[in-house]
T-cell receptor
């Protein structure tokens, strides 16, 4: 059973370009979470999605950032017009449907390291 | 979510038990204690969780005080591969509370296992 997959693992963008980060949850998982880790800092929650729905986006910056989790395919975190301050590691996690999990353990992917030049 | 307090760093000799403390004095009745670790920039890894009883799995043991205001994660025989940042997180167990699902990471404890 493959774990959470993220791609690309490393992404380099110039200021003003767009960055698209992909996350494929574990098989059978319908909940996806995105976290960001700035250099030398802890992980910060960004957004929580279920299939085709954003449940909690309280950690998302108000501009330039968006996320989706379509019915088919991976979850996408999209950053428009990137700036140097967006350079960070972006981690995706997934968890199974609530009915199948009593404690909402989250399984993390290896992360995408975004570097903005 | 309740705030947790952990020492910023700890050292432990290889083969000895590593005991990582966590204070969560404002924890409420429906909140669980979770432990995750992050090994050198990898994705965080779930270790263990508990509500009020002590818990043990293949990775670690979790000791929660009777008043639930603090807990200790125990790695019984630490190895070099256990060097990581360990996060103690308190989170509501009620799945229907919106936002309850997110994990709120503090600064954690940087555990170094020495040969």
């Amino acid at each position: 059973n493959a774990g959470v997959m993220q791609n690309p693992r490393h992404l380099v963008r110039r200021r003003g370009q767009e960055a698209r980060l992909r996350c494929s949850p574990m098989k059978g998982h319908s909940h996806v979470y995105w976290y960001r880790q700035l250099p030398e800092e802890g992980l910060k929650f960004m957004v929580y999605l279920q299939k085709e729905n954003i449940i909690d986006e309280s950690g998302m910056p108000k501009e330039r950032f968006s996320a989706e989790f379509p019915k088919e395919g991976p979850s996408i975190l999209r950053i428009q017009q990137v700036v140097r301050g967006d350079s960070a590691a972006y981690f995706c996690a997934s968890s199974p449907p609530h009915a199948l999990s009593s404690y909402n353990e989250q399984f993390f992917g290896p992360g995408t390291r975004l570097t903005v030049l | 979510d309740a705030k947790t307090t952990q020492p910023p760093s700890m050292d432990c000799a290889e083969g000895r038990a590593a005991n990582l403390p966590c204070n969560h004095s404002t924890i409420s009745g429906n909140e669980y204690v979770y432990w995750y670790r992050q090994i050198h920039s990898q994705g965080p890894q779930y270790i263990i969780h508990g509500l009020k009883n002590n818990e043990t799995n293949e990775m670690a043991s979790l000791i929660i005080t009777e008043d639930r205001k603090s807990s200790t994660l125990i790695l019984p025989h630490a190895t070099l591969r256990d060097t990581a940042v360990y996060y103690c997180i308190v989170r509501a167990g009620d799945k229907i509370i919106q936002g309850a699902q997110k994990l709120v990471f503090g600064q954690g404890t940087r555990l170094t296992i020495n040969p």
